[in-house]
């Protein structure tokens, strides 16, 4: 089994296989990655084809992705790959946040960033697109590289408290939140400090649904998995 993850419902997907051979795939874009039970694979497979020849070479069953909402291009190879080889996919995607009264909903981080301009935006969509923003605080895993000029960079990772995102937004006078819909309760508390505070919400929207089967719990995924596929 190939699970494509990197989230909590990867880890939970690999641990309810324990006695099964589950190899979990993490992109590698975090230094110190939360890992899950198993083997571990760290790093891209090479495009379309290189997934190919590695889904190949392991003989795998089955692949689950439970790779971020926002994980478009591992995706997009992992349904061209499979389709290729014959091998069974299943999509594992925790559903997004519904909307609230005050949220804007947007097609990118960076039409985020023009939208929040001239205003002190929390900004939480993750460090790779930080660059669009000139001024605000954001909170990443990792440092941004380079470092971005006017952001003021806060290293932490999840799950947060509602109490603590209050005091953070307090502090740093921000009037403007920033999110892409990444969905689950790990990362939530910062919408909930939002409405208490009266704060605007801006929120990426997520990619388009891939063509392939897809459930929304681990339980559902282990389902299909034994007895979808045949491979539990």
Known sequence: MLVLGGTGEARALAAALAGTRVISSLAGRVNDPKLPEGEVRVGGFGGVDGLVAYLRAERVDAVVDATHPFADRITANAVAATRETGTPFLVLRRPGWPPRPGWEYVDSVAEAARRVAGRTPFITTGRQELAHFTRGVARTVDPPDPPVPGVTVLLDRGPYAVEGELALMREHGVDVLVTKDSGGPMT?????????????????????????????????ALDWLTRGTGAG
Do not use: F, Q, S, Y
């Open 188 to 220: 939530a508390a910062k919408l909930e400090a939002a409405r208490h505070l009266g704060l605007p919400v801006v929120v990426v929207r997520r990619p388009p649904a891939p063509d392939a089967p897809c459930v929304a719990t681990v339980a559902e």
